[in-house]
């Protein structure tokens, strides 16, 4: 019988989230301006244009800031894990796909920096709570080798994982965490 376990967590908004906000905002002020300043010295069409991009930076507007409303679904079917990032709850792209007895270690994530010459890339997939803790997975992926994983599963979606991992992953994640 196969197991289907589904976890839906959202992104944190970060410092990178209000800059794309507050360039977008001064580009719509910004660009009219400069239109309608030329309108006046050059030629009286930039005001027409200006009106234009006045009314286009709108839809522009709704669709920046709701490409910034991210989650991440985390789903394990049968041992075979998959990580996809939905934007906006309008589109769904696959980040990763592995096979979770595949994994080469499963710690919990200390926000401490991965060496890049011993990783090829690293996914970030943490969600928005810092309460929920963050993991680390060591996987190997097709597309670019040895990776990192980093995802907050909840206990349910670690259980169903929990048959599929090592031995040694099993005794480290579950059994010391008085250590």
Sequence with gaps: MEQLVEQIVKRKKGPKDALIRIIT???YILIPLICIALGYII???F???AF????GGIYIIWYVFSSLKVEYEYTIISGSATVSKIIDKRKRKGIVKFEVS???ELIEYDNRDFD???YSHIYDATGRSD???TYAATITTEKYGRCVLLFTPNQRFLDAMRPYLSRQIVIDLFYKKGR
Excluded: A
Aim: aromatic content about 14%; hydrophobic content about 55%.
């Design 25 to 27: 905002i001064l580009g």
């Design 131 to 133: 309460s929920d803790k």
């Design 43 to 45: 030629n009286f069409y």
């Design 116 to 118: 890049s010459r011993l």
């Design 47 to 49: 005001i027409i244009i």
């Design 102 to 104: 595949k994994i080469e």
């Design 52 to 55: 234009f991009i006045l009314m």
